[in-house]
């Protein structure tokens, strides 16, 4: 009897070797040229893809996410390595790539990026192999993965170009293009397919829907916070646009300097806020109020990802050695910061949870006589 080996144990085993390989890089002066350190990336990324491919064997996948997942699984680590580095926790992995792979990685930004990517994102790989695997729903972690990684790169790569390390730009960074297509198209593919949706019968659907947003004291509040986050959202884009109001002139002095850092990531992530985040934070109070939006229950949950990777490396490099203290958040105003930083991705976060556990409000409704249990596809 054959003892059956679960597909996401390997990926965890292979992604082990990621920092094995960096090691030899960066003792080996051959493969320290930024062509031979593409070239490299791209013969590993396909023997990983092989590799993925050979495990499989007979139960070959039908779709590409198995090897989105196994690909950027093994990049985690690799991005989890350089984050231990930069922080003095290791030594000798990431020496030769600081120098000829990407110069940037050495930013506060960057480091919390990989350590976001080496942490959640890596386990959120293992639990969509897994769920895969087990056919088992995987629809909103995907999604919050997908959005969670296209605010990563979405920033990461317009921020390096435009920034301070524009100028030491080489091939190897190119290859983070791969990673935002691939959020995008797992995206894309998670929003275009059939979605299950649990029955709830008519009277309840007609019930919840015909109550007003006064009556829907949760929906309330979270049309609040988003309104907030809406009004914080326009603001800090025109401080990073140099509105010459004095309250934008005071804001970024007086308590978000790190608005400025030329490194570019923090102006970058504040005009995506403006021009993507806007416009869905006011489509989700539209959806809040006009019932059967059945959009809303994959869109708050693409969302809540990319809120949270962004939040978390806005706010964790603001205040990271590696910043420049200039740059960091006053001590006297980091308490505001950080509270009016932590409410601004509270709202999409809880609009997430409330549209995953209570989604009748914006279901359609269903013929009477079905029982909850039931599945429809919508």
């Known amino acids: 009897m054959k003892m059956k080996i679960y597909q996401e144990i390997c990926v965890f085993f292979v992604s082990l070797s990621a920092p094995v390989l960096l090691y030899v890089m960066n003792n080996v002066p051959t ?15 396909g023997a990983v893809s092989l590799l993925a491919f050979l495990s499989a064997q007979r ?26 580095e930069q922080d003095g926790f290791t030594s000798g992995f990431v020496g030769f790539y600081q120098r000829k792979g990407e110069p940037c990685m050495v930013t506060a930004y960057a480091i919390m990026m990989c350590y976001w990517d080496g942490v959640v ?19 909103g972690m995907g999604l919050f993965w997908a959005g969670s990684s296209f605010a990563s790169m979405s920033v990461f790569i317009p921020g390096s170009v435009i920034g301070k390390y524009g100028s030491n730009i080489y091939p ?27 029955v709830v019968p008519a009277d309840e659907v007609e019930s919840v829907q015909r109550k007003t947003l006064l009556t829907r004291p949760t929906d309330l509040l979270l049309m609040t916070f988003l309104l907030g986050a ?10 990073v646009l140099d509105c010459p109001l004095d309250s934008c002139f005071n804001y970024i002095y007086q308590y978000e300097p790190y608005l400025k850092d030329p490194v570019g990531y923090p102006r970058v992530m504040m005009l995506v806020y403006l021009f993507y985040g806007l416009p869905l ?39 990271h050695p590696r910043t420049p203290y200039t740059y960091r958040i006053p001590e006297e105003k980091w308490q505001a910061v ?28 269903v013929p009477p006589g079905q029982v909850t249990k039931e599945k429809k596809s919508d």
């Open 338 to 365: 950080l509270l009016a930083n932590l409410g601004y991705v509270t709202a999409p976060l809880l609009l997430g949870l409330r549209c995953i556990w209570s989604p009748a409000f914006f279901m359609k409704t």
């Open 230 to 239: 809406m009004v914080f959202t326009v603001f800090r884009g025109l401080v």
């Open 281 to 319: 934070m006011a489509a989700f109070v539209y959806g809040l109020v006009t019932p059967g939006c059945t959009w809303m229950l994959d869109w708050t949950v693409l969302f809540a990802g990319f809120m949270a990777q962004a939040q978390w490396c806005h706010i964790s490099a603001s205040l």
């Open 172 to 198: 190897a960074f190119w290859l983070n293009v791969l990673l935002l297509l691939g959020s995008v198209w797992v995206a894309a593919s998670l929003l275009s397919s059939l979605r299950e949706l649990p």
């Open 121 to 139: 994102h890596f386990l959120l790989y293992l639990l969509l192999l897994h769920h895969r695997a087990k056919a088992k729903l995987y629809r």
């Open 31 to 45: 493969f320290h040229e930024p062509f031979v350190i593409l070239g490299t990336g791209l013969v590993v990324s």
């Open 59 to 84: 139960k070959q996948p039908k779709d590409i996410l198995f090897y989105v997942c196994v690909q950027f699984a093994f990049t985690s680590v690799l991005k989890l390595t350089n984050a231990l």
